[in-house]
């Protein structure tokens, strides 16, 4: 079991800038990838980067070049910087841990980017 507490979401008015914080807790060993996703009002969940266990990192075509995803190991956390927001990226956002067997959630941060 691997346990997930994100922090750090709120509001904030466009072009401005928030991190958020996954701390990660359990069979963190078990863990292959740590995601971020966003569930926009209305619309399903989607991916917004991901992180491996070699610290490759990976973006959503409609967060590149605003969002940062980094790992501090020794806290067992990861951090999603999000510069530039625009309110179109306002959301609930998932930190999500990946294994081989199943999948782990957080149980969400509040992004709401205001115009």
């Known amino acids: 079991q691997v346990q997930l507490v994100e922090s750090g979401g709120g509001l904030v008015q466009a072009g401005g800038s928030l991190r958020l914080s996954c701390v990660t807790s359990g069979s963190i060993f078990s863990i292959n990838t740590m995601n971020w996703y966003r569930q926009a009002p209305g619309k399903t969940r989607e991916l917004v980067a991901t992180i491996t266990t070699s610290d490759r990192t990976r973006y959503a075509d409609f967060v590149k070049g605003r969002f940062t995803l980094s790992r501090d190991s020794a806290n067992n956390t990861v951090y999603l910087q999000m510069n530039s927001l625009k309110p179109d990226l306002t959301g609930l956002y998932f930190c999500?841990?990946?294994?081989?067997?199943?999948?782990?959630w957080g149980q969400g941060t509040q992004v709401t980017v205001s115009s």
């Open positions: 999500n841990a990946a294994t081989v067997f199943s999948n782990y």
